[in-house]
């Protein structure tokens, strides 16, 4: 059971957040082309849409709330906790910031950020050469830095899920895989057969398994 105080109104703190998480991906995908500052824009604004609702005004609990307090009249609906609404939904009993999709929603997160950033680094590097980058993270994926994008989305909407971002979440996913597909023509433009042989050897957004098989067995432990 949630006792404290409803801790919404804090438009101060939702404009913190949404800063620091939008300078934070803006440090790692450093966009540059007007193609990179759309596919970032999107991105910025579900974060905004997700820190409103999180320090705010809770529209996702006001729209849900007939059903949830028929459902779960013991819980406190605008405590801040209780927007952890997975965790509550499940019956976690304990700190939801310790609950299990909190804590996966911190990988995808995290590997999120990841993929990003080792996707822009080793891209940076090969059109600094131009080259086709197809080493380290692109030997997994073509699109690293879009999948970097759609985990930290889905880790934010295990970790706080709100009306708004779910609807966000479908749109964007198929926004950046517009991106890609565009990108993947004008890469074709420009390498030609390297580029479609690539495309044959490396998947667009889901690595196979096979490769990370292959890995493992090629690189035994000593």
């Known amino acids: 059971m949630h006792s404290e105080a409803p801790a919404y109104g804090l438009w101060g703190l939702a404009f913190v957040n949404a800063a620091i998480f939008i300078f934070f991906a803006f ?31 809770p529209l996702t609990i006001y729209l849900l709330s007939g059903w949830l307090q028929s459902r779960y009249p013991e819980v406190n609906w605008f405590s801040h906790d209780a927007g952890h609404l997975l965790e509550e939904l499940f019956g976690w009993q304990a700190n939801p910031h310790f609950g299990p999709f909190h804590i996966a929603s911190f990988v995808l997160i995290g590997g999120g950020f990841w993929l990003i950033s080792s996707g822009w680094a080793r891209l940076y590097r090969a059109q600094k050469n131009n080259l086709l980058a197809t080493e380290g993270i692109y030997s997994y994926v073509r699109h690293p830095q879009y999948d970097g994008f759609i985990l930290i989305m889905l880790g934010f909407l295990f970790q706080w899920p709100t009306v708004l971002t779910l609807a966000m979440f479908p749109v964007l996913t198929f926004m950046y895989v517009r991106l890609a597909r565009n990108e993947e023509r004008e890469a074709l433009a420009t390498f030609g057969e390297e580029y479609r042989a690539y495309m044959k050897r490396v998947p667009g957004f889901i690595p196979r398994w096979s490769k990370f098989s292959s890995t493992h067995h090629s690189n035994p432990p000593s």
């Open 27 to 57: 440090s790692f995908f450093k966009p540059q082309t007007k193609r990179d500052w759309r596919s970032f824009s999107a991105f910025s604004a579900f974060l905004v849409a997700l820190f409103a609702e999180m320090y705010g005004f």
